[in-house]
């Protein structure tokens, strides 16, 4: 019903900025307002984790997992049909795979299992 694709990942140095999107295509009569988004990463040997979230419609709440506050930044434009995470200050301890998920819900969703489609995820590396 869903399918997301991310993309905006590649190599930049601690202290830079990168900003990933998430394309959705939906089937006919899903509406992308609908869904709840979020941004998760995992590094290897780690489990995936909670990054960002953001409310569905106008986008008016949104949660940030504590190590990524005042740096990043999610947002969404419905009419594209996408969500953004704007990663500023980078470090190294942000390299991971960056995945982008959606699930229908009315309350703003941090719960890695709670999400029911998912990108194929886009590398972020940090170099120092």
């Known amino acids: 019903q869903v399918q997301l694709v991310e993309s905006g990942g590649g190599l930049v140095q601690a202290g830079g900025s990168l900003r990933l999107s998430c394309a959705a295509s939906?089937?006919?009569?899903?509406?992308?307002?609908?869904?709840?988004m979020g941004w998760f990463r995992q590094a290897p040997g780690k489990e995936r984790e909670f990054v960002a979230a953001?409310?569905?419609?106008?986008?008016?709440?949104?949660d940030y997992a504590d190590s990524v506050k005042g740096r990043f930044t999610i947002s969404r434009d419905n009419a594209k049909n996408t969500v953004y995470l704007q990663m500023n200050s980078l470090k190294l301890e942000d390299a991971a795979v960056y995945y982008c998920a959606a699930v229908f819900s009315w309350a703003l969703i941090t719960v890695v299992d709670r999400y029911d489609y998912w990108g194929q995820g886009t590398q972020v590396t940090v170099s120092s």
């Open positions: 953001i409310s569905r419609s106008g986008g008016r709440a949104t």
């Open positions: 939906l089937a006919s009569g899903h509406t992308f307002g609908n869904y709840v």
